[in-house]
């Protein structure tokens, strides 16, 4: 064992750049098999060097992969291991390669999904959205900036940890860590849920339920106020001590349901959506649908 | 509003990128936040498309590519309705509007999805080829391809809304009565509901709907801001895991390695 090949940090880098296209060429037989073969390049030139080795590898490589994108950089990280390993000698095989490589992809797309697409996008994505609905230009570049941030730093070293970690990472992961990540991300991720079906889901009833005359001294008489600067003050000074601004109150449907708790009528449509799609009622059939009730709802004065 | 050559190069470039982070999902030009507002910035009508893109992204917050499933497609939605917008020419007062073209356009979009994802199961056979030659360059070319195939699939669509021109594309939308546009505007405040239905039956379970309760109520309190929100949230799950280990192991002597594995990890990293 004269030349022992290692693969430098440039390298490493090389493949972790290349891990942003793994999804390039995603298709309906293998899915994500291009990407792991391209992302793996810059090692595998380094490693083989005769026509046989790198056709076998580029081969392994080309074998059915799909876990979450950014999930595959662990694997990735103990792919590039394993394949120093064996182009140094050691006795690792096709079929341990591809076992370790399936045997992480689905536990890592179930770490995945929950933590990125359902817990750190709704979070910065709904912070940056109402920032930009506002007309604020700091949402799209807060979303962008932290997005990625989180993102590569993220890939970086989870490729990392797999590349130290080689063959053991399944055994460090399979046990409490694993299932604490993806329970603690579930709990935040409900937690966020719940408060952003409070403030999003907009349902607002329009019909006056009830219309009632006020006691003379509850309202402000507009009439009897000083003319100018000083009649706005004593108005705002009455509306401070809690006058009315009308002489007679309106309630409104939806005053009565916010009187239960705001929301409430938002809440219930969340769950009648949920209820359509365990009845396999497409997403699109029913964001068409809600427009549909949204205008039929408004000509007919409830919403 | 007439865009001049540049305007429409850009706006072409802008839709290439979210095509392809419509398949990556890395950067995130194809969500509507970023998407809408790149749009807005290279046409000179920042301000509205900018309020499109929130809006859009609240509605699109649960649309995610899961496994082989494809979500509604951001990508198309967001960018071919800020085009409509900028050529309608009427600024904010457009924006409900532009977000009801949005969604009958994430399902074209969608389709179109599928359809390079079924061609790029053609190219995963030629790199088979390219590989039994041991040949890199020629599986880096058509990983490439693939990629920009994804680019064109918004950029082509993009570009035909530009060339159709402006007049027809406010034509068109000048017919739409307000009860129609009021109409749609609160349904846009129903439709969110779908997406977080969609993530809701994904993670539900009845461990964790306490935690949705506690975040409904939560909420009702204004003064909150969703970074406060997150931050009750990461406690509570970090408390509820610390106790749910403490309960389950009984005698807490016999293993002691459970204590702290995230700490474990970083110890021996």
Same mark, same amino acid.
């Given at each position: ?168 990472? !399944? ?5 409490? *860590? ?8 579930? +709990? /935040? $991720?409900? @937690?966020? =849920? ?75 449509? !969340? ?5 359509? *799609? ?8 029913? +964001? /068409? $649908?809600? @427009?549909? =009730? ?10 | ?269």
């Amino acid at each position: 064992m004269a030349d022992q090949v290692k693969l430098t940090k440039k390298d490493r880098i090389a493949v972790w750049w290349r891990s942003t296209f793994l999804q390039g060429s995603w298709n309906y037989e293998r899915m994500q098999n291009g990407g792991f073969a391209y992302s793996l390049i810059p090692a595998l030139k380094k490693l083989y060097k005769t026509k046989e080795e790198r056709s076998a590898a580029l081969t392994r490589h080309l074998e059915f992969f799909n876990t979450h994108p950014y999930l595959a950089s662990p694997v990735l990280g103990v792919t590039l291991a394993l394949e120093e390993e064996r182009s140094n000698g050691a006795p690792i095989d096709d079929v341990t390669i591809q076992g370790v490589k399936v045997g992480m992809m689905g536990p890592f797309a179930g770490i995945g999904d929950p933590v990125f697409w359902f817990t750190v996008k709704p979070i910065i994505g709904s912070l940056a959205a109402s920032l930009a609905m506002s007309g604020n230009i700091l949402g799209p570049i807060i979303y962008f900036v932290a997005w990625n941030l989180i993102r590569m730093s993220f890939m970086w070293y989870t490729q990392e940890l797999g590349y130290r970690a080689g063959s053991k990472i !399944t055994d460090d992961l399979s046990g409490n *860590l694993l299932q604490n990540i993806t329970k603690g991300a579930s +709990i /935040l $991720g409900m @937690f966020i =849920l719940g408060s952003l079906v409070n403030r999003w889901v907009t349902v607002k009833f329009t019909p006056v339920v009830s219309n009632v005359a006020l006691d003379k001294k509850a309202y402000i008489h507009w009439d009897k106020l000083a003319a100018g600067g000083k009649g706005i003050q004593q108005a705002l000074l009455q509306q401070q001590q809690g006058l009315s601004l009308t002489a007679r109150k309106l309630t409104t449907l939806q005053d009565n349901l916010d009187q239960l708790i705001p929301g409430l009528a938002g809440l219930l449509l !969340t769950f009648f959506c949920m209820w359509l *799609l365990k009845k396999k009622v497409s997403p699109i059939v029913m +964001i /068409l $649908g809600l @427009f549909v =009730l949204g205008v039929i709802l408004h000509v007919l004065h409830i919403m | 509003m007439q865009l001049n050559f540049i305007q429409i190069i850009l706006v072409l470039i802008v839709a290439f990128l979210a095509g392809m982070e419509g398949i990556l999902d890395q950067f995130h030009f194809h969500q509507p936040v970023i998407a809408c507002t790149l749009i807005g910035l290279v046409t000179g009508d920042l301000t509205p498309c900018l309020i499109l893109g929130g809006e859009l992204q609240m509605i699109a917050l649960g649309w995610a590519n899961i496994g082989a499933a494809v979500a509604p497609d951001a990508a198309l939605a967001s960018v071919a309705s800020a085009i409509i917008l900028v050529l309608g020419g009427q600024g904010k007062a457009g924006v409900s509007t532009a977000i009801a073209i949005a969604v009958p356009l994430a399902v074209a979009g969608l389709l179109l999805t599928i359809l390079v994802r079924t061609l790029a199961t053609g190219i995963a056979h030629i790199m088979d080829a390219a590989a039994k030659e041991g040949s890199f360059r020629k599986i880096d070319f058509w990983q490439a391809i693939a990629t920009c195939l994804q680019g064109l699939r918004i950029a082509i669509p993009a570009g035909l809304i530009l060339a159709i021109g402006a007049g027809p594309v406010r034509g068109l939308l000048s017919l739409m009565p307000a009860w129609l546009t009021d109409g749609l505007a609160i349904g846009g405040g129903l439709v969110v509901a779908v997406g977080y239905a969609m993530v809701i039956n994904m993670m539900a379970s009845r461990e964790v709907w306490p935690f949705f309760a506690i975040g409904f109520v939560l909420a009702t309190i204004k003064d909150l801001t969703l970074i406060g929100l997150g931050a009750i949230g990461l406690a509570l799950a970090l408390i509820y895991l610390v106790l749910s280990q403490s309960g389950g192991s009984g005698d807490g002597s016999s293993n002691s390695n459970v204590g702290d594995p995230v700490g474990d990890i970083i110890d021996n990293y």
